[in-house]
């Protein structure tokens, strides 16, 4: 089974600091995804990588940024964060290769972030 | 501008009784649809993937179907249990890569 790891559940951190959050698959997968989920929001694309050191920007990727170091690992940044940036943060991934889109996307469990 | 939604947001039944949740997109250049589960709390799980060439997909009592013409898709649980209480997404990936999903509908199985 694939597993995407999130690395904190809950985190509560303060306006103008730096946050990161950290996101690791085992399954190999090029793509990975960065979400937020909101009320009335549903989810919303942040940022995306297909591949290592590779980034792409979603629907809402101001106030974020993302490193892509290794295959396995994909972290969000917020550069100074705001209250407005309180959310749930969810990671996903999906494989690449060819011929394979028609596989599933795989979630992590969340981080609910609270800045204050 | 791709659209996914999906009707009802919410839904209360009780346990044992058939139901059908339902998606609707708005290009039909789609790769495939994913139907979600999500718990409080929770990230997603993913319940079952319709390529663009199926119809239908089965797993246990879950089915879901596809009609790529209408942009339509449907989940339908059968025998209802509390523990089927969650909120269900769909997410339909296009043909460009693109992945959109709907806002959810949040099912309350009474026991």
């Known amino acids: 089974d694939v597993k995407v790891t999130q690395s904190s559940r809950y985190l509560v951190k303060r306006t103008g600091e730096k946050v990161f959050l950290e996101c690791v698959q085992d399954m190999d997968h090029e793509n990975m995804f960065w979400y937020r989920q909101d009320p009335g929001l549903g989810l919303r694309l942040i940022y995306f990588?297909?591949?290592?050191?590779?980034?792409e920007k979603g629907d809402i990727p101001e106030g974020y940024s993302v490193s892509r170091e290794k295959k396995e690992r994909f972290s969000l940044i917020l550069e100074s964060a705001s209250t407005n940036q309180t959310s749930m943060y969810l990671c996903?991934?999906?494989?690449?290769?060819?011929?394979?889109?028609?596989?599933?996307?795989?979630f992590g469990d969340g981080t609910r972030l609270s800045i204050l | 501008k791709q659209e996914v939604t999906q009707i009802p947001a919410a839904l209360s039944v009780p346990e044992g009784e058939n139901l059908v949740l339902n998606c609707s997109f708005t290009d039909s250049a789609i790769y495939n649809l994913q139907w979600f589960r999500q718990d409080p709390g929770k990230g997603l799980t993913s319940l079952l993937l319709i390529q663009s060439s199926q119809r239908e997909q089965t797993s246990g009592r879950l089915n879901a179907s596809l009609d790529k013409s209408s942009g339509r898709s449907t989940l339908y649980i059968a025998a209802s249990q509390p523990g089927d209480s969650a909120t269900y997404l769909c997410a339909v990936l296009y043909n460009n890569n693109d992945m959109r999903f709907g806002a959810g509908t949040r099912l309350t199985v009474k026991p």
């Open positions: 990588s297909y591949d290592v050191k590779m980034k």
């Open positions: 996903a991934s999906r494989t690449g290769a060819t011929g394979t889109r028609n596989q599933p996307q795989h």
